[in-house]
């Protein structure tokens, strides 16, 4: 059963071998459930690694803004080990597909240049380079981030954003995300400044979680990891954000594992992040959104 078809209280539970039984294959978020972007969480790898062992398989499934080759770098540096999962299907890869597409047409880039290797990518795929151009001069603008996602807020793209919304340029966001956390820090991502757009009038095409294009290619990473055709009803998506993780695994028709120790610490836990998760704080939280998980997790564990 579709987590979209839920109705009752969400099952808490200790541990992922406790319903993984159920499921050939786990799509899981990668930021806030293995590492928060500064150290990974060892728990959460080793339940993966134990679940691939009964002979499921495992693709991550983030929202990250970069073709999954540097993600899978990062994730070693951080400590995640390569036995943890089969494959990565990243927001990036989908983006890069997107620009492929219209590889003609001039593109304005909001964010960071360690993002830039998305247009190398697209090159490749295309066979020719896309032309980064100044916003005046570009038929679209593709928006990876902040560009300097430590200092700037979202005013500081108001008078660009504008400008854009003037001359009716379409944007590619390339990572839904809102906000995420690094460390104990609060920072925005692509999503923040994507929302701002659109209630500016502008047009946006979303690239990541919970939109499908993501879910058709981990899945198909799934298949091929597994051998076989995947039942979507034997799928499960693990990740920590109410409106990526939980809504685009309703949207997809999969069941959803909530890890509460994320992005909703603060409203799930309160104070004390020890303490379980409040089931009234997230009965409410599953109100607010519309999604209901199947369960729901403090950290992933085995």
Known sequence: MSNENQTG???????????????????????????????????ASRALAAYRRRGGAVVLITNAPRPSAPIRRQLQRLGVGSDAF???????????????ERIDDPVFHIGPARDLSLFEA??????????????????????????????????????????????????????????????????????????????LG??????????????????????RAHGRAIDRRRALAVGDGMKTDIAGAARAGLDALLVTRGIHRAALHGDVLERPASAARLERL?????????AAIGSLEG
């Not at 089969?86 to 492929?100: E, F, H, K, R």
């Not at 095409?205 to 981990?218: E, L, M, N, S």
């Not at 599953?286 to 199947?294: H, I, L, N, T």
Request: glycine share 8%.
């Open 9 to 43: 209280p969400v099952r808490p539970i200790a541990g992922l071998a406790e319903i993984s039984d159920r499921y050939d294959v786990v799509l899981c978020d990668v930021w806030g459930v293995l590492h928060n972007g500064v150290a990974s969480f060892p728990p």
């Open 86 to 100: 089969d494959d990565i299907a990243t927001s990036g890869d989908v983006t890069i597909a997107l620009i492929a």
């Open 122 to 199: 697209a090159h490749e795929a295309a066979g020719r380079a896309p032309r980064l151009l100044p916003l005046e001069e570009a038929r679209y603008a593709l928006c990876t981030g902040l560009r300097d996602d430590v200092t700037e807020t979202l005013d500081d793209y108001e008078t660009e954003l504008r400008a854009m919304a003037a001359r009716g340029m379409p944007m590619i966001c390339a990572n839904p995300d809102i906000v995420i956390h690094r460390g104990d820090s609060l920072i925005y991502c692509a999503g923040a400044l994507a929302g701002r757009y659109e209630a």
């Open 202 to 223: 502008g047009e946006v095409v979303y690239a990541g979680k919970p939109y499908p294009p993501i879910y058709a290619r981990a899945l198909a990473l799934a298949e």
């Open 286 to 294: 599953c109100q607010e959104f519309g999604v209901r998980p199947v």
